[in-house]
């Protein structure tokens, strides 16, 4: 069963880019779909996981280090986990050209 959840995060484009970049580019084993928008707050994240235990090993093995340093260097402190949305989706499709 796949894994679904949305959540705010208080940083702006520039800071996700660099993010990104940090993280280089390959993508994590196991995730199906990652989307990040504007909101008025900072930027929500839309992700669809293989599994939890997929998410989790992202997170702790390439997510986090990045985070905790970037984000640190932008806002000048290390915010709180933000609060996640479980999603029940019915489906995922994503194309060839998905990027």
Do not use: I, L
């Given at each position: 069963m796949s894994y679904a959840?949305?959540?705010?995060?208080p940083i702006g484009p520039d800071t996700y880019a660099r993010i990104k970049d940090e993280l280089g580019p390959d993508s994590p084993p196991g995730m199906i779909l990652h989307l990040a928008h504007n909101t008025d707050q900072g930027l929500?994240?839309?992700?669809?996981?293989?599994?939890?235990?997929?998410y989790l090993d992202f997170v702790d093995k390439r997510l986090h280090p990045v985070v905790d340093r970037v984000v640190t260097q932008a806002l000048g402190f290390r915010p709180p986990e933000p609060p996640v949305t479980m999603l029940d989706f019915v489906d995922v499709w994503t194309g060839d050209s998905a990027a």
């Open positions: 959840f949305t959540y705010e995060v929500r994240y839309v992700e669809v996981w293989e599994s939890k235990e997929a």
